[in-house]
Structure formats: structure tokens, C-alpha cells
């Protein structure tokens, strides 16, 4: 079993920062894909970034987003930096766990393990 738990959504203006984070635990956890995605009223579940290993990201957030790994933390943490913030990123995010596979997965169908989400707000 693999738990994930979000934290560090907010409120923050355009043009802003925000960093958040999952913890997650369980069996072979170093095995999955992590991956952030998000969902904004009335749209689908969308693909953010995900990481094993490499990295992977949206078109729409390559050049503003960072997923990494925080080797120090005894949680196991994934963050999410999100940088340039802009209205249109405003959405509940989540993260999500899912087994290897090649290439690499990008729909939430290919995700096993979901979080609780955690609402991030950008103000234009």
C-alpha cells in the first residue's frame, strides 16, 4: 500500500511562487512514478509533471515548474516549485503514484495512488 499526502497550496498573486510537497510512504515507493496533476473546476484531471529518475513535465509548465526529489527528508518528499504563477494554474493539485512504465506516464488512468489534493489559488 502506498500513501501520498499534499501540502503548501495557497493563495498567491500572479507572478508569484509556491512550493508544494508530497510525502509518501509504502512498500517499493522508490520503485513508482510521482506525479503532480491538477484539476480546475468544470475541466479533467490534467498531467503536471512527474518524476523517476528523469523528470517530466507539461508544455504549459516547463519553463515555471520543477519537480525534484528532497533526498534529505525522512518523508520521502517530492516537491513541486512553481514559479511565474498565472491565473490560468489555478486548480486543486494532486499527487499521485503510479508503477513503471515506459515511456513514461502521463494520464491519470496510468496512476494507482492518489492524494487528498491541495487547492492552489493564483489572483490576477
Known amino acids: 500500500q502506498v500513501q501520498l499526502g499534499e501540502s503548501g497550496g495557497g493563495l498567491v498573486q500572479t507572478g508569484g511562487s509556491l512550493r508544494l510537497s508530497c510525502a509518501t510512504s509504502?512498500?517499493?515507493?522508490?520503485?513508482?512514478?510521482i506525479a503532480w496533476f491538477r484539476q480546475a473546476p468544470g475541466q479533467e484531471r490534467e498531467f503536471v509533471a512527474a518524476?523517476?529518475?528523469?523528470?517530466?513535465?507539461a508544455d504549459s509548465v516547463k519553463d515555471r515548474f520543477r519537480i525534484f526529489r528532497d533526498s534529505a527528508s525522512a518523508k520521502n518528499l517530492i516537491h513541486l516549485q512553481m514559479n511565474n504563477l498565472k491565473p490560468e494554474d489555478t486548480a486543486v493539485y494532486y499527487c499521485?503514484?503510479?508503477?513503471?512504465?515506459?515511456?513514461?506516464?502521463?494520464?491519470?488512468?496510468?496512476?494507482?495512488?492518489w492524494g487528498q489534493g491541495t487547492q492552489v489559488t493564483v489572483s490576477s
Open positions: 499521485a503514484a503510479g508503477p513503471w512504465k515506459d515511456p513514461a506516464p502521463t494520464q491519470k488512468d496510468e496512476y494507482t495512488y
Open positions: 509504502g512498500r517499493a515507493i522508490s520503485t513508482y512514478f
Open positions: 518524476i523517476r529518475g528523469s523528470t517530466y513535465y
